[in-house]
């Protein structure tokens, strides 16, 4: 049985990554091969942002375009962001952020209203386990084809079917990439 998230579990992630070390190191293996064939060769389509995907509510088929913002170790899932919220130092260069994919420059509320989770499953239900993801780092651009549920207590989440990767950021220099 998959547990649900609550709202209150993502601020805590974001709270404890603010300001600290990266959350993932480089990861020492490869996708697992379930992961890899989430990769799609081409774009997706059109994509909603993570705000409107939201609005519009659960859907058996959608394309959502957001930025990763927290990888859960060893599993198939992340945080999806909206692209209208900055990640720290996107705007404000001056901003010197060393972990920018945290967001902790943004209010706490704003930053679960405007995300939402991502998770690739196997066919039991269960997040797939991974030793990585494909190719994708926090504050990488993506768009993720799949089906948006929400559970009994309001929470979004996308099972993910494919997995693009629209843009790689440069970040200054001083910012070490977490994996």
């Known amino acids: 049985m998959i547990r649900p998230y609550r709202s209150s579990w993502c601020l805590a992630a974001f709270l404890c990554a603010c300001g600290g070390e990266p959350p993932n190191a480089a990861p020492k ?26 609005l519009a509510g659960a859907k058996d088929r959608v394309v959502v375009v957001g930025r990763i913002a927290k990888i859960t170790p060893g ?4 945080t999806l962001v909206d692209t209208e919220l900055a990640y720290c130092g ?14 902790c420059c943004e209010n706490p509320k704003t930053l679960v209203a405007n995300s939402m989770v991502v998770e690739a499953r196997d066919a039991s239900g269960k997040a797939l386990a991974t030793p990585a993801l494909p ?3 926090e504050v990488d651009k993506v ?6 549920t929400k559970d009994d207590f309001g929470n979004f989440t996308l099972v ?12 200054p220099d001083y910012v070490k990439w977490p994996q």
Request: hydrophobic fraction near 40%; include cysteine; proline fraction near 8%.
């Open 29 to 54: 293996a490869a996708p697992s091969a379930e992961v890899q064939k989430l990769v799609l060769a081409t774009d997706p389509g059109e994509a909603l942002a993570v705000v409107d995907a939201k």
């Open 75 to 78: 599993s198939a899932q992340f």
């Open 90 to 103: 996107e705007t404000n260069h001056e901003d010197k952020c060393p972990t920018p994919w945290d967001y």
């Open 135 to 137: 190719n994708l780092r």
């Open 143 to 148: 768009k993720i084809a799949g089906k948006l």
């Open 160 to 171: 993910a079917t494919g997995i693009y990767r629209v843009e790689r950021p440069k970040l």
